[in-house]
């Protein structure tokens, strides 16, 4: 048996005690303005029944003295409570005279009353708690209505008739009812699962991309200021060694070593600025691609050709974010490797698709041949592609230039 009850089962069971003892003291109220009304008869009795469930119902402390047994003894009240009722209910009308047929007969009005007490059960347990709770009802009324039958007031087949008849009722109303309960705590585990999944998976996604921009941070910091240091450190050895035995070449070299310092801290600067992406967040893609390649070809002194619209409609975050770092990469790659004297940015949308090309007349490359160590410009590109679902393709030919490729399939209301 369970602990605990379904969400708002015993609300329910108190709302709708509560509706019963207001229905027999409108009968009540009735009897005294109608009184030649059969069916109004002995309303006390309900009254009775239904104020001392609802006051069961209502009290906590028998909730938390009894446990689980606290529902099941209230679903016995709901049920034995209006049985035992309508038994002597029956034999006060057969004492005033009532036709003993129509008094049996009666026995149809429990339905809706005992209607309650099964739902709940089928609600709240199994088939088989259905099928106890039939059996039990059924057996209490042949024992309330046996001793009628023994001094022939009413007849033995009608009251079986009626009552198997009713318990066969409830037995098919408690068995959909317990197949709707199961289905929908089926469908709400399934649901508490994939809940689970979907945050594990949301952790599992923040901790790779946490990791993919750590590794994107490292190459950035590794092509900047590891480079300019290493450059530095190694001027640096040559000053020493020709300190005394050379002091103009030492100074050149001084001088040298100035500038590499200077252009390795511009070159920090903007991958700090560009770590932080403000362009998104202050010009939006379209605007921030412009300046980022405008940008570019006035440090190399290329021959730029833009082909970037003057805005473009909203796109995600991350496509945004993964768009910019491609043309960066790409861009930082021309600079710094292909000594390129014409480079085009072209940077489109045609229905859900987005697509940006990065295109250089620079020396190219073998993309067949092994990325050399402390090169990770290619695999930046290819991850942050990955990332939003996109596809990069290289097209490069050494002593032909090179063409990046980054499209990428947004979701039409983006």
Known sequence: MRRTFEPGTLNIFRWLTALRLGLALLTALLKVFLPGQRALRYPALSIIEATFLLGYLLWPWLQRALGTLYLPLGLAIASGGPIFEHAVTVVLRLRAGVPPTSAAQDLWMLIPILFV???LTAWEYNVRA?????????????LLYLPLVVRGRIRY???????????????????????????????????ARANRQLAHYATTLEQLTVSRERNRMARELHDTLAHT????????????SLWESDPEAAQEMVEQSLASTRAGLGDARRAIYALRAAPLEDLGLALAIRELAQSAAGRA????????????????????????????????N????????????????????????????????????????????????????????????VDSTPGRGTTVRFEVEVEPDA
Not at 130 to 142: D, Y
Not at 175 to 188: N, P, S, T
Not at 301 to 321: F, N, Y
Request: net charge negative; glycine share 10%; hydrophobic share 50%.
């Open 130 to 142: 259905v099928l106890f709770f039939c059996a039990a009802t059924s057996t209490l009324e042949l």
């Open 157 to 191: 087949a009608m009251v079986v008739g009626l009552v198997f008849a009713g318990s066969l009722l409830f037995g098919l109303v408690g068995y959909v009812v317990v197949r709707l309960v199961r289905a929908g705590r089926e469908q709400r585990a399934a649901l």
């Open 117 to 119: 007490p099964l739902i």
């Open 229 to 240: 240091l290493s450059g530095v450190a190694v001027q640096l050895e040559a000053v020493r």
């Open 334 to 393: 021309a600079a710094q490797h292909a000594g390129a004297r014409n480079v085009r940015v072209c940077l489109e949308r045609k229905g859900t698709r987005i697509a940006l090309v990065v295109c250089d007349d620079g020396q190219g490359f073998d993309p067949a041949q092994p990325v050399p160590e402390g090169h990770y410009g290619l695999q930046g590109m290819r991850e942050r592609a990955e990332m939003v679902g996109g596809v990069l393709t």
């Open 301 to 332: 002194e290329w021959a730029l050709a833009l082909q970037v619209p003057e805005d473009m409609r909203e796109l995600p975050p991350a496509v945004e974010q993964a768009v910019y770092r491609v043309a960066d990469e790409a861009l930082a």
